[in-house]
T-cell receptor, first 107, second 113 residues
Framework: GIQVEQSPPDLILQEGANSTLRCNFSDSVNNLQWFHQNPWGQLINLFYIPSGTKQNGRLSATTVATERYSLLYISSSQTTDSGVYFCAVERAVKFYFGSGTKLNVKP | ETGVTQTPRHLVMGMTNKKSLKCEQHLGHNAMYWYKQSAKKPLELMFVYSLEERVENNSVPSRFSPECPNSSHLFLHLHTLQPEDSALYLC????????????FGDGTRLSIL
């Protein structure tokens, strides 16, 4: 299968700070998604981004498929951003998840 | 997220019980997935169904038995589970063959007594 590595594993931020989360993957993929899992376990789609850059409010993501990595930027972080951020890649119907970055935003 | 509905949301069962988890998707997708997420661990893919055919079975114990009667419904039948099977079970769907995102249900939190 495809190996997906996320960094950092844990991140503590003060409210208002910016951060960058990274996702590296070991092989070519058809699809890449970023998810936010809230404290209640719900997985929320953030971005579907197999390549290029997308922005949605304070969040943006960039995937460089040829170099097999993706970045998730969080600007002006808020306490509601806390949770675990997962990167998932897909090839041939199968999805492979990273171990996640656990983010704690403190007021 | 809307579009993928899982029931029940919470389930407590003994090791000798038999129960089923249900997932229904309203997105017109043709692939469905079961994932297991144990505490402090990443998501583990359990089963993949594409066009109602099982594509992937990641060495899941036989006490977990999936069923996909049609492209909108997916079940996970549980019997004689072990305490280590306590976890969050997530269902997802996608459109196979087309570059579109995967959508998740809210999960069933399972506790084995």
């Amino acid at each position: 299968g495809i190996q997906v590595e996320q960094s950092p594993p844990d991140l503590i931020l003060q409210e208002g700070a910016n951060s960058t989360l990274r996702c590296n993957f070991s092989d070519s993929v058809n699809n890449l998604q970023w998810f936010h899992q809230n404290p209640w376990g719900q997985l929320i789609n953030l971005f579907y981004i197999p390549s290029g850059t997308k922005q949605n409010g304070r969040l943006s993501a960039t995937t460089v498929a040829t170099e097999r990595y993706s970045l998730l930027y969080i600007s002006s972080s808020q306490t509601t951003d806390s949770g675990v951020y997962f990167c998932a890649v897909e090839r041939a119907v199968k999805f492979y998840f990273g171990s996640g970055t656990k983010l704690n935003v403190k007021p | 997220e809307t579009g993928v509905t899982q029931t029940p949301r919470h389930l407590v069962m003994g090791m000798t019980n038999k129960k089923s988890l249900k997932c229904e998707q309203h997105l017109g997708h043709n692939a469905m997935y079961w994932y297991k997420q144990s505490a402090k661990k990443p998501l583990e893919l359990m089963f993949v169904y594409s066009l109602e055919e099982r594509v992937e079975n990641n060495s899941v114990p036989s006490r977990f038995s999936p069923e996909c009667p049609n492209s909108s419904h997916l079940f996970l039948h549980l019997h004689t589970l072990q305490p280590e099977d306590s976890a969050l079970y997530l269902c997802a769907s996608s459109q196979a063959g087309v570059n579109q995102p995967q959508h998740f249900g809210d999960g069933t939190r399972l506790s084995i007594l």
